[in-house]
């Protein structure tokens, strides 16, 4: 549940364009349920917009191997 309520509120703040914000949110839900693939996707995508390849292609993986 609160890994869901992080997720949530990192999707207004990225809608709000509040990016760094909306980061440590979906980082928080991550902490709260690591296995959570839409949290390690956003967050992938967000790092990429940002220019951080590295840590976009660590969430990427996470999140493919956890869907698989």
Do not use: M, T
């Amino acid at each position: 549940r609160l890994a869901l309520a992080h997720f949530n509120l990192g999707l207004v703040l990225e809608d709000r364009e509040k990016k760094s914000a909306a980061l440590k949110a979906y980082q928080e839900a991550i902490k709260h349920a690591p296995d959570f693939v839409e949290a390690h996707c956003n967050l992938a995508q967000l790092y990429e917009k940002l220019g951080r390849k590295r840590d976009a292609f660590r969430h990427y993986a996470a999140a493919n191997r956890l869907s698989e």
